[in-house]
Each structure stands twice: as C-alpha cells, then as structure tokens.
C-alpha cells in the first residue's frame, strides 16, 4: 500500500488530491491520536494544544482552516500562527511546550500544490509509525467531545513571529557583539514566502545592509520565478547592487542558497562545507562528523575528507539526515538542496538560521564569499530522469548493473554513479558525477539508454 505521507507529509494538488475534507480527516485523525489515551486528556484543566502554521499559498487559507477545525473537534486546543517558516512551527511546538506542530505548506513546490506536515512535542517531524496510526484511522466514524470540552481556536500571529525572530537573533548574537553582521550588504529573495516577514527583519537587527526582493506575497506568487529554486533575479540583483553576497529561501524557508559577489551560486553542499569547516576549528562539529545524503558531491566529500571531517551519508530527504543525527547525537548536517540542520539550536532545517550562520562566518574571515566557497570544488554533475519505466526493476535488471558497473570501471573512483527510484513518480533519477563535464554528460545518457530499454513500462 503506498503511503499517505511521503517524505516531507502529505503533498498534492491543492483543491484536488489534497482537499479541505482531507485535511479535516488528518486534523481529526492526528487529535484523536493525542487524546486516545484517556478521557481526562480533553477535560477543561488538562487540555492538549497544537500549533498550526502555514506558507502565503491562497489555498493554504481554507487547508488550514479545515485542519484547525478538525484538530478541535477532538478538544485540542489549536494556537493558529498564521503565515510563518516551517522551522519556526518547529521551534514554537518545543518552546511552548505544546503537543502537536503542523504546517501547511508544499516547501519549495509551485503555487497549485500544498502539503501538511506535523511535528511532535519536541519539534521533530513524526515518526512514521505515528503517521502509519494517523493514516488507519483516517476515514473511522469518531464521536467528539461535546459542550465545553471542543477545542478552542486562537489566533496568534505577531508574538509567534516575534518570538521566532527573537530566537534567530539569539543564537546568532553574543553578549560582546550584538551586530555580528554590521557593515555586510546582503541581497534577500524571500520568494514571496513565509520568510518575506521574519528573515529581512532578523538580517537588519544583527547589523547588515539589505536589499529585499520578491517579498510581496499575494497568495499566488510563491516560489515563481524566484527564491532558491529560480536565483536568476537574485543573481542579477547581487551584483548591479555591488552587494557581498546574496541569499534566498523556498516558499517555507526551510532551505537556503547563496549567491556570491560575482553573482555565482553557492549551493547547500557549499554552504555545509563552510560552516562545519567552522564549527570543527570551535570544537563544536562533533566527532567531526557531517551527516548529508547521496545527492551531495563528491567534490564536497572530497573538500570535507582534507579538512578531517567525515561524512555520513544517507538516503535523500532531510528526515533522514535529521534520523542519523539523533540516533548517533551528530550535531550537524543537510542536504545540497540548501535544508541544513544544527541540533544545537534547531529540530529542523532552517534556512534563516542556516543564512545567518553562513553571513556571520564570512563577515568575520576578512574573505570574500567566492574565496569561502571554491575552497568546497564541485565535480561536474549531471542528472537524468527516465520516466515511464518499472521502477522497482532498476535494483535487481541485470543489463542495469552491468551497465553501472562499466560506468564505475570507466570512472575508476574519480567520480560516482548514482540511480534511484523516485519516492512518486514511475521515474529512475539517474545521477553521475566525473572530473569532466563532457564524462559525465556521455555516461549519464548511456545509462538512461539502457534503463529506458531495460525497464520499460
């Protein structure tokens, strides 16, 4: 049976696969969750709370209503904190001690789809067996509690954007240096997202210089044609401003770019490779260690192994960058998407803190970033998607792991292969890596010729 959440919640078609009659369902079916235990859990004196947030997406309006209504229906108390970064649900669920974070948000995704995600008591993403419980109760008749004991729905938007804001400042600031960012000047693109409030304020209380682009959200212009999935305006803005550097957000702020002051991108396996290259010479990268996935490039593993800093691959999407660190207490690491993870200040990947923590190390190394940032060299890098074949195939069709085989003879451990299935699509992503460009283009469509024969659908 194929799951209902995926590796970052339930995702869809806003109004289509993903309904408002869904999202009551997951809100009833999460609360029932937290109340199965005993009846006292829903009296007036005992009651659970949950936190909501949500991206600037328009239909994020009527999921979130849907969802809060559904979450009360089985007396939880909801805190609605309104338009809001994905990592400050997380930081508000640990601080205020409440039982359940969600969010309704499709991260990096375009304007039409939306997602919710939860997250638990102590600000990580649930546990898939908590989501498997969820999903088994979705559609069961449930009698909710009546009178006085329905949840109430309380809306709090400017103390939970605050108080994030607050946060960030804190794990950035110290007592002698209140401004660790004065005198940078930093072009932002928030992607007309969740981060269009919280990020450029953050920036300009620590002391830099901001230029802000695309942060006018109108409930349809999230992640179009900007933010970190489209840098060109950023790029172009960074440099006719002659400014340091440039960032820029998904629609949920959960990732991070750069742009350096040449207007070249700075991609989140760079981004991991500056900071853990800090954080080891503080003696806070422990066992000096960085978890990451294997998407990340060769050229970071490589840039990371002359540093003595190992690193600890995973397979993709930050839930299991974030399940490695917790089971083995490492305290940093992220995807080369831009989602980067600090546990001594965050559950998840957030990409304000991760920017903050990039523009502060730059500020201080006397360095511009293009210097910072070619000392992490990438290996050409080339992807492919095969679509409309067996997926399930690609692991065990004996011309594919021949043909993987010639192609790791040829690369002769200068570079790597990679081919995986999509999680939701009948799709083999196939990745290659080598010392030259014109390689990997040349082994990159020689494999997707024979999965595309071997497998087909």
């Given at each position: 049976m194929v799951r209902l959440f995926g590796t970052d919640g339930v995702r869809g078609l806003a109004n289509d696969t993903l309904t408002a009659d869904l999202a009551l369902k997951l809100g009833r079916a999460a609360g029932r969750i937290l109340v199965s235990q005993?009846?006292?859990?829903?009296?007036?004196?005992?009651?659970?709370?949950?936190?909501?947030?949500?991206?600037?997406?328009?239909?994020?309006?009527?999921?979130?209503?849907?969802?809060?209504?559904?979450?009360?229906?089985?007396?939880?108390?909801?805190i609605d904190v309104g338009i809001i970064p994905t990592p400050a649900v997380a930081y508000l669920t640990q601080n205020l001690g409440v039982e359940l974070g969600a969010v309704i948000s499709a991260s990096h995704n375009p304007m039409q789809d939306n997602g919710i995600k939860f997250f638990g008591t102590d600000g990580f993403k649930l546990a898939d067996e908590i989501e498997d419980a969820i999903t088994k109760i979705l559609d069961d008749e449930f009698a909710g509690p009546l009178g006085e004991k329905v949840g109430h729905i309380s809306l709090d938007y400017h103390n939970a954007s605050n108080s994030y804001i607050n946060y960030l400042v804190n794990c950035i600031a110290t007592p002698d240096n209140q401004k660790p960012l004065q005198g940078l000047s930093v072009v932002v693109d928030p992607a007309n997202g969740a981060a269009?409030?919280?990020?450029?304020?953050?920036?300009?209380?620590?002391?830099?210089?901001?230029?802000?682009?695309?942060?006018?959200?109108?409930?349809?212009?999230?992640?179009?044609?900007?933010?970190?999935?489209?840098?060109?305006?950023?790029?172009?803005?960074t440099v006719a401003s002659v400014a340091d550097l440039g960032i820029a957000f998904d629609g949920d702020a959960d990732r991070v770019i750069a742009v350096d002051e040449k207007g070249a991108l700075v991609d989140g396996d760079k981004i991991m490779g500056i900071i853990a290259k800090d954080l080891k010479a503080?003696?806070?990268?422990?066992?000096?260690?960085?978890?990451?996935?294997?998407?990340?490039?060769?050229?970071?593993?490589?840039?990371?192994?002359?540093?003595?800093?190992?690193?600890?691959?995973?397979?993709?999407?930050?839930?299991?960058?974030?399940?490695?660190?917790?089971?083995?207490?490492?305290?940093?690491?992220?995807?080369?998407?831009?989602?980067?993870?600090?546990?001594?200040?965050?559950?998840?990947?957030?990409?304000?803190?991760?920017?903050?923590?990039?523009?502060?190390?730059?500020?201080?190394?006397?360095?511009?970033?293009?210097?910072?940032?070619?000392?992490?060299?990438?290996?050409?890098?080339?992807?492919?998607?095969?679509?409309?074949?067996?997926?399930?195939?690609?692991?065990?069709?004996?011309?594919?792991?021949?043909?993987?085989?010639?192609?790791?003879?040829?690369?002769?451990?200068?570079?790597?292969?990679?081919?995986?299935?999509?999680?939701t699509e009948p799709l083999v992503r196939i990745m290659v890596e080598a010392p030259t460009k014109s390689q990997a283009v040349k082994i990159a469509e020689s494999l997707a010729s024979v999965v595309a024969r071997s497998i087909a659908l």
């Open positions: 005993t009846q006292d859990i829903v009296s007036i004196n005992n009651r659970k709370r949950a936190v909501v947030g949500r991206d600037t997406r328009i239909s994020g309006e009527f999921l979130s209503a849907a969802l809060c209504a559904g979450l009360a229906a089985t007396g939880i108390d909801v269009s409030g919280t990020a450029p304020e953050v920036m300009r209380r620590l002391g830099a210089k901001i230029i802000v682009i695309n942060d006018s959200p109108d409930g349809t212009n999230i992640n179009l044609n900007c933010g970190s999935t489209h840098p060109e305006q950023l790029q172009a803005m503080k003696n806070k990268l422990k066992d000096n260690t960085v978890v990451a996935t294997v998407m990340s490039n060769l050229g970071f593993v490589q840039a990371m192994a002359r540093e003595d800093i190992k690193v600890l691959q995973t397979n993709v999407g930050d839930r299991y960058v974030t399940e490695i660190m917790r089971q083995k207490s490492f305290s940093f690491g992220g995807e080369q998407s831009g989602h980067i993870i600090n546990s001594s200040f965050s559950t998840t990947g957030d990409g304000t803190l991760s920017a903050l923590m990039l523009m502060k190390i730059f500020n201080s190394s006397g360095l511009l970033l293009s210097e910072l940032a070619n000392q992490i060299t990438r290996l050409p890098q080339i992807l492919i998607n095969v679509s409309n074949v067996d997926k399930s195939k690609v692991e065990t069709n004996l011309a594919i792991i021949e043909a993987v085989k010639q192609a790791e003879n040829e690369l002769n451990n200068l570079g790597r292969v990679l081919l995986r299935p999509s999680g």
